[in-house]
């Protein structure tokens, strides 16, 4: 494939990726390095991703489903900052365990 082919190639994909929706994704207070493939690598994502992380929200907190009024009102900043700063159209989070928050969430 040619130069020119590639560099159409590449706008059409750009003007497509307009187009797409932008997913937000809530984090566990954790660090480590995210590899492709995973939900915490912004390259696994073929569309805007936008990240925030919860202070305080751990993998223990998840697991229990109960937030301490702290970690909740950053949770709900959070998600604000996503729908209002960052106009996604769908959150998810890098944890299964935090399917106890989906009712705080909406």
């Not at 307009?18 to 480590?32: E, F, P, T």
């Not at 229990?64 to 970690?71: D, F, L, R």
């Not at 106009?87 to 009712?103: K, L, R, T």
């Amino acid at each position: 494939m040619d130069n020119k082919v590639k560099g159409l190639m590449k706008v059409m994909h750009q003007a497509q990726m307009v187009d797409m929706a932008k997913l937000g994704i809530i984090r566990l207070d954790y660090d480590y390095p995210a590899a492709p493939g995973d939900m915490d690598c912004a390259d696994s994502f073929e569309y805007d991703v936008f990240y925030r992380c919860v202070p305080g929200l751990t993998f223990g907190i998840c697991q229990s489903g109960k937030m301490e009024p702290t970690v909740e009102e950053h949770f709900k900043k959070a998600v604000k900052w996503l729908i209002e700063k960052k106009g996604v159209d769908g959150i998810s989070g890098d944890c299964g365990f935090m399917m106890y928050f989906q009712s705080l969430a909406r």
